[in-house]
């Protein structure tokens, strides 16, 4: 299936009313095409569902994703009730069998979309999400490399000297294991992100928000090498000035990133651990976080999260691995008795 974009055709046979809020979104709010686009989704799926309600269909999952909702109207948004919005929520739940996490998410954008039309607008009486509140998501810690495996990793690019792509590859994975930068911030980066010297970085984060990220040596010698090959016009015919380049000369996709690290996880022996791109970011603000010389306000700029509590969960991370650690200690189970005390199971027999 083809990525929803605003000049896609799949775009245009969103009905207006949501297309009017996505451009709200984009040009009030200042949210990502990548954003706007994913609730853009997640409220297509709420009307279609919506529409089997209504006209009492029994679609299967196919004929589902099938369901035209360009012709969902104001008057339709107005109908729907809290009852709507809790039994799709239970839809999601138990017959998309979606997360919590994505229920949440669902959920979310509906509030935003009901929230633009009855307290932006005031185009209908009533948010039938105002006292909704979403599943809880199970709280875990996020999965990371250690230090080891991050070098295995490492190692494993760089001796795939087969592969035509390799220095780039490398310096891909060398950027997000030491920069924690995100997937669509490496994607974006184009010749210019970078000053004259290769020491920082400028990437476009959520919410179009601009950050500089300081780059250490190995990620400067990482790019440096990669430029001699990018900027080598025996190798690279192109005006376009994407950083990173695919086989075509185009700038890299997502999904060919997503396959890099996948690839090289797979030769590493790491690719049964359920580790992803998004999972090099938690590894690089891990690593960091332990070493113990990073305070988490700047680990926080670093990442570009809007809010402290999002960086904290490194500090569980790392409050985990210490627990562990002292679990460890061979005098761990160590249980010596006082002088003059006997121990109960003794005194028992």
Known sequence: MATLTFKSDEFRQFPPILREYASHIAVIRGNSEKTVCEYLLDLRTFFRYYIVKRDGLSPDEKEFEKIDISKITLEDAAAITPQYIIDFLMYAGFERENTPTTRMRKLSSLKSFFHYLHGKKHLIDKNPTADIEGPKPKKSLPKYLTYSEAVTLLETVRSDTESKTCVRDYAIITLFLNTGMRLSELVGLTLDSFDSDITVVKVLGKGNKERMIYLNDAARRAIREYLRVRLDPKHIRTSD?????????????????????????????????????????????????????????????????????????????????????????????????????????????
């Open 241 to 349: 000035t994407a950083l990173f380049l695919s086989g075509r000369e185009q700038r890299i996709s997502v999904k060919t990133v997503q396959w890099i690290v996948y690839k090289y996880l797979n030769l590493a022996g790491l690719g049964n651990r359920g580790l992803s791109v998004h999972k090099l970011r938690h590894t690089a603000a891990t690593l960091m976080y332990q070493s113990g010389k990073v305070d988490i306000r700047v680990l926080k700029e670093i990442l570009g999260h809007e809010q402290l509590n999002t960086t904290q969960i490194y500090t569980h991370v790392v409050n985990r691995n210490m627990e562990e650690a002292m679990e460890q200690n061979p005098l761990a189970d160590l249980k010596l008795s006082r002088p003059g005390i006997r121990r109960k199971e003794e005194d028992d027999t």
